[in-house]
């Protein structure tokens, strides 16, 4: 019986140790991309650029947005340009949650198709505007980034009303393979 309760102890506590074995170091991302995201909502007339619409208006409970969902598919660049060539776009889309203040909910999907990268990386998590930056979850990803995970920490770059922001989005994955 002791013997029995030696072996279970034993096969427990070495796969303790074979998930700290994964080499997670928190200090140091396997892969780590600064991206820049922009959005324009749709307006009623910018049909040519806006990027993003309403899919639900916002409720007349508080006065920050408090439940008004917007779809977007953004473009993604290297740089802070809205007309520099993206690198990849971001679908999905992003609620106002909060009745006292701006902050937003956002589930995304960043689609890289280029001679660099091709796959998807899975992005949830609470926008807190308030916050100088955010961190969100990479939940996961394929291709290039198959079973990715880590930390999209979020800056707002610019905000231009309703009419336009952008998001600097540094993406650092502690799962790579
Ligand atoms: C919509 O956006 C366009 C481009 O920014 C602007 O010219 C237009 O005045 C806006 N329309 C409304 C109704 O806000
Ligand atoms: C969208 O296009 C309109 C018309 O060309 C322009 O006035 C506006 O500045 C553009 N919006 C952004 C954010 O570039
Ligand atoms: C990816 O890019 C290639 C080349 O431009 C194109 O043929 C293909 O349809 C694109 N795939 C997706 C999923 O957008």
Request: charged residues 20%; proline residues 3%.
């Amino acid at each position: 019986m002791k013997k029995y309760i030696y072996i279970v102890f034993f096969v427990v506590a070495s796969s303790f140790n074979s998930s700290h074995a994964r080499k997670i170091k928190p200090d140091k991302p396997c892969k780590h991309l600064t991206v820049y995201y922009h959005d324009i909502l749709f307006n009623g007339t910018n049909k040519a650029n806006a990027t993003s619409a309403a899919a639900a208006n916002p409720t007349q409970l508080g006065n920050t947005n408090f439940g008004m969902v917007v779809v977007f598919d953004d473009p993604i660049t290297k740089d802070q340009h809205l007309l520099s060539t993206p690198i990849a776009r971001a679908q999905g889309f992003y609620f106002y949650d909060m009745k006292t203040s701006y902050n937003a909910w956002f589930a995304y999907t960043l689609i890289f198709n280029s001679t660099e990268h091709k796959g998807t990386i899975n992005i949830m998590g609470a926008d807190m505007m308030g916050e100088t930056t955010r961190d969100l979850s990479v939940v996961g990803g394929t291709g290039d980034f198959f079973m990715a995970r880590g930390i999209a920490t979020f800056r707002t770059d610019t905000f231009e009303g309703t009419a336009y922001f952008r998001l600097q989005m540094d993406i650092k994955l502690y799962e790579c393979y």
